[in-house]
């Protein structure tokens, strides 16, 4: 239970820090991208005011006298070109980008910008100046930043997994000895009272074989002790049950005949299921054998049949199936009981836990019947699963691994 605990846990937190390193991430190369572009902008953008001042008007014609090393423009994979006022292109300098004209700004994985030329005297537009750089040293600026980052995140969540599975174990630990320590004391304090518990009984049972030597009122006393006398040895053997059930204990299990379990306990249970006109309906497959307890998988069956007769109104059925499929056996509890509400279906297997109808209109469970049946299954590498609807009724499914006895093939 607490491994599976652990293991949400870890996810949980590995998802979270998941979360916060990746919009970490992308915050960190939105506002450096944005910073980068920026500084990219006013780059291009001072070199094209000092290429603009290169340029006057001699003559009604535009003339370019540049002081700008090719050299560095090259470096830069930047380039320069100037047009008059009819978009002609008068010059151009360092790595030639593109020819296109100068209407077409939008140049694929380049950066352009495109600043007027003012004549000095009256301040009118004389041309223009065209900046551009290749966007191959940026690209590879944000490339290496993404497998900065993807590292950087990859490292940071192997780092906090890791010190997360331990921060989970230590906080689970001291949980997991107290859950222990509270079984322990469940199964010695049920061990221990089974003894008194059993005086009162045989007192109780002494007394009342004797009737004709107390009075009514006092007889009907005796038989409510008598009564809540067994019901508190059942709870506490099934206490002792679930207990014996958590310890994972080594079993020497033997092959079991499913169906002659099933028939010798249907004999047993029919005369309950007779006093409230239930109708039982069994229906299973020949040679269904399994490995196991005997005795935990009749308390399993009879377990879940017990619910199904206890929550069924007069009058009602109930069909059992039993059926191999693949290499796992697949037995049915199905009623036509009161059902369970969807949202109550996950905690139904919680012990001591009850439907609230039928507590108000059922009596004699003590809220352990599902829960000992789980836990069974499990030590059995089972799983029980339900499916109910309310007024309609339920349907335990059970499944086990099958045992192969014969040459049958599984289908």
Not at 137 to 143: G, I, N, P, S
Not at 370 to 378: D, F, H, R, V
Request: hydrophobic share 40%; with cysteine.
């Amino acid at each position: 239970m607490f491994k599976k605990i652990q293991y949400k846990l870890l996810v949980s937190y590995i998802l979270v820090w998941t979360s916060i390193l990746v919009v970490f991430g992308i915050a960190v190369k939105f506002f450096f991208t944005r910073s980068l572009s920026q500084q990219l902008t006013e780059k291009l953008t001072s070199l094209g005011k000092t290429a603009s001042a290169s340029a006057e008007l001699k003559q009604g014609h535009l003339q370019v006298d540049s002081d700008i090393q090719d050299r560095e423009l090259l470096a830069h994979a930047q380039s320069l070109q100037w047009f008059d006022t009819q978009n002609h292109l008068i010059a151009q300098q360092g790595k030639i980008l593109s020819n296109q004209s100068l209407q077409n700004q939008e140049l694929p994985n380049i950066k352009n910008i495109i600043l007027p030329i003012f004549n000095n005297d009256n301040k009118q537009i004389i041309g223009y100046v065209r900046i551009a750089q290749s966007l191959e040293e940026f690209d590879e600026t944000l490339r290496k930043l993404d497998l900065g980052l993807g590292g950087g995140i990859v490292i940071a969540l192997i780092l906090s997994s890791l010190g997360g599975i331990y921060l989970i174990h230590q906080a689970i630990e001291p949980i997991e000895n107290s859950f222990q320590k509270l079984k322990q004391f469940t199964a010695d304090a049920s061990h221990e009272l089974r003894s008194p518990l059993m005086v009162i009984k045989s007192n109780v049972a002494v007394a009342l074989k004797y009737p004709e030597e107390m009075r009514v009122s006092d007889r009907q006393k005796f038989q409510a002790i008598a009564s809540a006398t067994q019901q508190m040895i059942q709870l506490i053997e099934d206490l002792l049950l679930l207990a014996r059930c958590s310890k994972n204990q080594n079993h020497t299990w033997q092959l079991i005949d499913l169906n002659s379990l099933f028939y010798n306990l249907i004999e047993i249970l029919r005369i309950k299921a007779d006093k409230k006109q239930i109708y039982l309906d069994i229906e299973t497959e020949e040679n269904l054998f399994l490995l196991g307890d005997s005795t935990q998988i009749t308390r399993l069956l009879r377990n879940l049949i017990d619910n199904a007769l206890q929550y069924t109104s007069l009058g009602g059925k109930i069909k059992i199936k039993a059926n191999l499929v693949n290499q796992s056996i697949l037995v049915q509890v199905e009623d036509t009981g009161i059902g369970i509400a969807p949202e109550n279906l996950e905690q139904i297997f919680e012990r001591f836990w009850q439907v609230d109808v039928a507590r108000s209109y059922h009596s004699g469970g003590s809220g352990l019947g599902l829960a000992i049946a789980q836990s069974i299954a499990k030590e059995h590498n089972g799983i029980i699963t339900v499916k109910s609807e309310l007024g309609v009724g339920s349907c335990f499914t059970v499944c086990l691994d099958a045992q192969l006895k014969t040459n049958r093939k599984y289908i």
